[in-house]
């Protein structure tokens, strides 16, 4: 595979391994709406409680005794939690999960971060209806900045080698050697 393909691919699969992996947990775990992934989730094992948090807390991912739970700030409203329980089930499922290829292993904070807003938007893009949308929106507006992150980003990762190759191409370059 030539070396600019598989920039290509192991790119899009950073970027898009996460609203994937939102498909798929959505679809085992027969989540219909935003409102139902509670009790979704308890379904599923998942322990889902609501305490008192610091305010600049929406909520944290932990297994606790091989549980996994989703502890929420009850102070926030149910726009918000809409947003948090997503982005909370992303972090068991792309990070905390034991059983998973420790290849993907431990991210550094912030692209930890991202991974789980990313799930999180796409959960509820797959879930929301129209009112529910906007009103998560109004609530968590990094959401947009994260939808948009993610599309430049992938048009980045196709564009760019694109680009090297066509301007290598136009000015007569070697281009770079396909690996064996
Ligand atoms: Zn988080």
């Known amino acids: 595979m030539s070396s600019s393909l598989e920039f290509i691919l192991e790119g899009l699969e950073m970027i898009l391994a ?4 939102a498909m798929t947990v959505q679809q085992a775990l027969g989540v219909r709406s935003l409102a139902d992934m509670p009790t ?11 305490v008192d948090l610091p ?41 905390l999960d034991a059983s998973r290829d ?17 799930f999180a938007t796409l959960c509820i893009l797959l ?11 109004n609530e968590n507006p990094e959401l947009l900045l994260v939808a948009a992150t993610s599309l430049l980003m992938t048009a ?3 564009l760019i080698p694109l680009i090297v190759h066509l301007w290598s191409s136009l000015c007569g370059l070697p281009r770079p050697v396909a690996e064996k």
């Open 55 to 95: 305010d600049k807390v929406s909520g944290f991912a932990q297994v606790i005794e091989g549980q996994p739970h989703i502890v929420l700030n009850r102070a926030k409203s149910a726009e918000h939690t809409h947003f948090t329980v997503p982005h909370e089930l992303g972090h068991h499922v792309l990070h």
């Open 156 to 158: 980045g990762v196709i």
């Open 127 to 137: 879930l929301a209806n129209e009112r529910e949308r906007e009103d998560v929106l």
């Open 18 to 21: 996460p609203g994937a992996e």
């Open 102 to 118: 420790p290849q993907l292993g431990l991210p550094s904070e912030g692209l930890a971060e991202f991974q789980a807003h990313q």
């Open 40 to 50: 979704a989730l308890k379904r599923a094992g998942y322990e889902v409680c609501y």
